[in-house]
């Protein structure tokens, strides 16, 4: 990017996925943070930045908190209060470029399983008028937000199943992953929805586990352990005020994030070989399948169905499983395996010849971030 | 049997007001008083002219399907005796939008037909407990097609 110093991703960490019971979330977060280094090849006293993601529905995660059970006291600290990762690459670039930090420690840690963390409702205020009238879940408004895709563009069940599909595909090749065992379309329309038009599969799983990112300058990144993975291009939108349109749950203002990107970026979507979208759901793919201009609004289930988003398809999407099959991250494993993909680390799943990959999220409906990695110079 | 679902706080002053008025079998809204526009959810300020200025004005009570979803699972324990239920986005004349429960014969819409995305329902009021009552919404033109079943 012009003007700007350039940032790259140095060292990328994750736990083991799944069940980790007995730990707190920020000793599995310290835990990524000692295997991200570690892949950097650098050790705690090169950190001189933290950038850590508070949990979903309870106060921890916090810099302050990792911080002193990582023993360290770096110039910056920071928290955000959502996830994915993206946003917190994005605050990490930010600071660096700004001279407030030269290397960044990004990290997530969850015992959302064992600690039995209750993602079911909202409570209080005008929050609360969802709960009461049952919709509880994301799965509510991801099915409201399916249904009225299949109203307006024909989309059906089947052409949404092949989301899932083939991020089990891609999982059956990840050892991280936690739901490996084969499942075919048959097998997924055979299940029974939860909340109709919606399965299982089409729901992020529930599990522990940390991940982590170490961010530097790409100078200093040149003379690191691993090939540097360059930050190329970022972009943000919100999108609070929804009170009015209904709309809102098909997240048309991703279109918006998406031409900002392109637009600023000079990448086109034909550039990208690798695409990971932070899955909460099977609808988000969908949906920023579309607004991200790899198929015309509307076809994503066409596109889905021709199978351009499995193994050996044109657009491999989340290699690694994504929430729906490998682990539910909040995202932060789409950039580690966005990361190891471009170095070429991927095993048996490698994407070929990767060069550019995107990482695409959002936070619910009020928003978006969207990252172009590439390990050219 | 008592109500197992999740209950609003009706002593919440942000929200206190609708929980009165549904009590007495009115729908109401947030309609800034100084620019006269709608909001839902309920919030302190009007998010179009920032004014603090607050009326709760009446609904037409009609509102549109924009889409439906039908919980055949309870995804959250506070459910499980009310599994299936349809829920709906609902478009309304006043121009926001709400999220509510549509009541069909067999609470499973996509079994009984009975909400179309498009469809009209209206506000009912359903006393849950002495001290509330929770607004759902109902099909209109249900008894209609009710009888079209029957032939």
């Known amino acids: 990017m012009a003007g700007s110093q350039s940032v790259a991703i140095a060292g990328a960490g994750a736990t083991a996925q799944g069940e980790l019971p007995g730990r707190s979330a920020n000793a599995i977060a310290v835990e990524a943070i000692e295997l991200a280094l570690a892949d950097a090849g650098l050790a705690k006293a090169d950190v001189d930045g933290l950038v850590t993601c508070r949990n979903l529905q309870s106060r921890v995660g ?14 910056f600290g920071a928290t955000l209060d959502y996830g994915t990762g993206n946003f917190s690459l994005h605050l990490a670039t930010m600071a660096i470029r700004a001279g407030l930090a030269e290397t960044i420690v990004l990290a997530y840690g969850t015992n959302q399983r064992s600690a039995k963390t209750d993602f079911g409702i909202a409570v209080g205020g005008g929050a609360e008028m969802a709960s009461v009238n049952g ?33 089990r595909e891609w999982a059956g090749m990840n050892p991280l992953a936690i739901f490996r065992k084969p499942l075919t379309i048959e097998d997924y329309l055979a299940s029974e929805p939860l909340v109709a038009p919606l399965r299982r599969a089409d729901l992020t799983m529930i599990s522990d586990g940390g991940a982590a990112l170490v961010v530097t300058t790409a100078e200093r990144a040149r003379d690191l352990a691993k090939r540097p993975v360059h930050v190329a291009a970022m972009a943000q939108r919100t999108a609070f005020r929804a009170d009015h349109d209904p709309e809102s749950l098909n997240r048309p203002w991703l279109g918006e994030l998406a031409k900002e990107l392109w637009s600023t970026s000079g990448y086109r979507p034909d550039d990208i070989g690798a695409l990971y979208i932070q899955d909460a759901t099977s609808v988000w793919v969908l949906q920023m399948l579309e607004w991200y201009g790899f198929c015309p609004v509307g076809e994503g289930g066409r596109f889905l169905a021709e199978g351009r988003t499995r193994p050996g398809g044109s657009l491999p999407v989340n290699t ?3 929430q729906l099959s490998e682990a539910y991250m909040w995202g932060w494993l789409h950039l580690v395996e966005a990361v190891r993909q471009l170095r070429g680390e991927a095993g048996e799943r490698q994407v070929p010849g990767l060069e550019v990959a995107l990482d695409v999220s959002s936070h619910d409906f009020l928003k978006g971030a969207a990252s172009i990695l590439t390990t050219r110079s | 049997m008592s109500y197992s679902g999740i209950l609003p706080d009706i002593d919440d002053p942000l929200t206190a007001p609708f929980w009165a008025a549904a009590r007495d079998g009115r729908l109401v809204a947030q309609r800034c008083a100084r620019c006269g526009t709608f909001r839902w959810t309920p919030a302190e300020i009007c998010p179009e002219c920032l004014s603090s200025e607050t ?32 829920v709906a986005m609902l478009e309304l004349p006043e121009g926001i939008r709400m999220l509510g429960m549509v009541r069909t014969s067999s609470g499973d819409a996509d079994a009984d037909g009975e909400v179309r995305i498009g469809d009209e329902v209206e506000a009912a009021f359903e006393a849950v407990t002495d001290e509330v009552t929770l607004v759902r919404w109902d099909p209109i033109g249900r008894a209609s097609r009710e009888t079209e079943t029957n032939e």
């Open chain 1, 320 to 322: 690694n499983g994504g």
């Open chain 2, 55 to 86: 009326d709760w004005a009446p609904l037409s009570g009609r509102a549109v399907v924009w889409s439906y979803a039908v919980y055949r699972r309870a995804m959250h324990p506070a459910f499980k005796a009310a599994v299936p239920y349809t």
């Open chain 1, 135 to 167: 919709v509880v879940h994301v799965a509510g408004r991801a099915a409201l937000a399916f249904r009225r895709h299949q109203h307006q563009y024909g989309t059906t069940e089947e052409q949404l199943g092949w989301v899932s599909v083939a991020q």
């Open chain 1, 62 to 75: 916090i810099d302050e908190q990792i911080g002193e059970l990582l023993g360290i006291s770096p110039r």
